[in-house]
């Protein structure tokens, strides 16, 4: 990883991460539902949603940490979705980043509750911000909602659960990913483009630079499941093919896996030089999403 | 139930149930994701959370339509925890008003995303209402959410599940019901009160009424499962007892239950009164639920 996207990370992770735990911490609620809420968002990852906020708001030269509270509810919203796809009628998930997953430390019932707490509390700490004017909240809420909910996120997990019994079609596929995980790395980028002030044609930019990192996601995710290392994934590899999930190297084999990948990392620069902003961090990202090997 | 209360129920109950119907229908969203969320959005029920947003503004000579939208999504919410709270891991109950519970009908993983499509789709209903100032947006959705996740609703169902295990005392008690249900209640007079421009003062005496209202509602729900009629309520009586919950009888006796009852209807009443607004319908939906069958 380049060194400026690399410590541009280690800052930004820390600052996040503080807040997460903050905004924990100050709830008035039982015991037991801040420890499930607090140990998946503590659980790590890679945190690649707040950082597209943060590192789009520092292509406008704006102040990253501007984006705080959007980048908070990003991921509270990226652990509830967690949370509830690993629970046992859904993937039925033991290990997540090699941790017990939320449901095996604390039961059915709380990490059901956890998820939907986590996902009430991201539209409160967004609602009540006083570091956007309500304009800002209201499209910031609306759009976060779109991408996660029905029309999205939740629409996505709903058609990747049915499409488990059955063999896709590359479109299918791609309806899956677009929803399930392409919207909301896309909402991450629309977030930090509005909140810089971005105008409608950089928006609009912005939305494709997001569209071909999200689906380029996806790409690499099928990816490393056949060639990833188990130790640096966290969980097991060849699940998808045991569970003859189709992926894009069944449907387009490995080497058009690949080829798809690099496509969409291309289209991904196109876009973001269309911008007009001085996108270094972003550009490494692509890199970054690209050659990640967890 | 008075005539006039009757008129007013019978009119917007049709009002909503069409705009949660078209809300559905329009989504751009797996097939059976949109079926499982109609379900139980049709499902019936009383409908009492937003009829005490179109009541509080018929108070105020308030169009009461221009509460559809935050009455919308407050019944999204309120149906979500429905089917969240019935599922096996949590409540596992397999009627619902007489019908089968989501998860019967969709199964379990559909039942939760259900949940999840629902929760989200109400910010994003409000958040996007033309009929309200970004400001009036900001604080429905800030209001919502805190009384609907871990300081409210979600709160309270985390604190009844752990609650199921032991002898509560009558505090825990009202803890888990002042979240559990007494918060939802509460913010859908807010709601009202806001939307119709009323003052601090004013909005200090709505939340004293809808906080008795709240406890009210619960201990009948409580006598109910006791006293009540299986075929009224839709759902078998005495599983309270059955499961060894505690109850408002079961720590009060049953005339201590109904004693308190009768304290919460004459508090909100002296409330109500305070607020000096025509709140006729708003008296009247005190009587409904002490009197209520179902």
């Known amino acids: 990883m380049a060194a400026a996207l690399s410590a541009f990370i280690h800052e930004y992770k820390e600052v996040l991460e503080k807040e997460l735990k903050e905004l924990i911490e100050e709830l008035q609620a039982p015991k ?14 890679k945190r690649i949603r707040p950082m597209l906020v943060f590192a789009t708001l520092a292509s406008f030269q704006k102040e990253p940490k501007i984006g705080l509270e959007a980048a908070a509810a990003l991921e509270m919203i990226h652990t509830y979705s967690l949370i509830h796809d690993d629970l046992p009628s859904m993937d039925d998930d033991d290990l997540r980043r090699g941790q017990p997953t939320n449901h095996k430390v604390f039961g059915e019932a709380a990490a059901i509750l956890a998820g939907d707490a986590l996902l009430t509390y991201a539209f409160q700490v967004i609602a009540r911000s006083n570091n956007y004017s309500s304009d800002q909240r209201v499209t910031l809420i609306e759009w976060l909602a779109k991408a996660a909910g029905p029309e999205g996120m939740v629409g996505g997990q709903m058609a990747d659960i049915e499409g488990e019994t059955k063999e896709l079609t590359l479109e299918e596929l791609e309806y899956i990913h ?8 896309a909402y991450s980028v629309m977030a930090g483009a509005m909140l810089s002030g971005a105008d ?16 380029a996601f996806q790409i690499r ?4 499941d056949i060639e990833g290392s188990e130790e640096k994934i ?6 998808d093919s045991a569970n003859h999930k ?10 058009g896996a690949k080829a798809q990948l690099t496509e969409h990392a291309d289209a991904a620069r196109a876009a973001l030089r269309q911008t007009n902003t001085d996108s270094a961090l972003l550009f490494e990202l692509i890199d970054l999403i690209v050659t990640r090997e967890q």
């Open 32 to 45: 037991v539902l801040k420890e499930a809420m607090d140990y998946s968002l503590q659980a790590g990852g």
């Open 178 to 185: 677009k929803n399930k995980t392409g919207r909301l790395l």
């Open 200 to 215: 409608k044609h950089q928006l609009e930019h912005f939305r494709k630079y997001a569209f071909h990192i999200g689906l």
């Open 221 to 224: 995710d099928d990816i490393l």
């Open 234 to 239: 966290g969980k097991r590899v060849g699940s």
């Open 246 to 255: 189709s992926t894009y190297p069944s449907l387009l084999t490995m080497a």
